[in-house]
């Protein structure tokens, strides 16, 4: 455990340098989202989304847009910098995430991890690129379950080739209300982010 909080102190650092991480208050901010996460959403509980397909697709872009210049523009270089040997440089890691939005403005409600990478620091990096990425604006009402949120899981790699990609995404539209819907949200960034078009 000393170990991994090291090299996370380093790669939060060097987040920190390039403004990438401004959440980066250690483990225990995001200690629930981490261990024991249970996923709010399950594809049994998900009705097909058919002719929401294109609505869908274009929100994704727009999530992408803000997501894809902070995990795969500054975090995934940040790792870089470390030795070609440390546990954060394998090319085939993947972290999935469970990202739930606000139906009204698209920011961020709640985050877990619901296959962890097995590298505490890069699931981190994940969550954190996507909570300073909110909020990303008005969903389309297609995609808001019955209970006013946006439910969805995105796998990210550590192979910048995939990175952080809407290929890996699963929108998932509930059948009902979830009786374990969240409340409480992160607090929301309000930051500007540039786009980008690349994975």
Known sequence: MRNSAL????????????????????????????ENYVPHAKPSDEVALNAAQVPIARYLSRMH??????????FLPALDKLPASSPLNAIDMSTNIEIILDGIDGHVIERGVIKSSGVTAFD??????????????????????????????WEFWRNPDFACSTYFTHPILLRTASDSAPHESPVPSTTPRGGSEGR
Not at 7 to 34: D, T
Not at 65 to 74: K, V
Not at 129 to 149: M, Q
């Open 65 to 74: 847009e803000r997501i894809h210049p902070i995990f795969a523009e500054q």
């Open 7 to 34: 090299v996370l102190v380093f790669v939060l650092s060097s987040c920190r340098e390039q403004h990438a991480c401004r959440h980066a208050s250690g483990i225990e901010h995001w200690r629930s989202a981490i």
């Open 124 to 153: 981190i990096g994940v969550l954190d690129s996507v909570e300073r990425a909110s909020p990303f604006g008005v969903p389309p009402s297609e995609i808001v379950s019955p209970d006013g949120h946006v439910y969805m899981h």
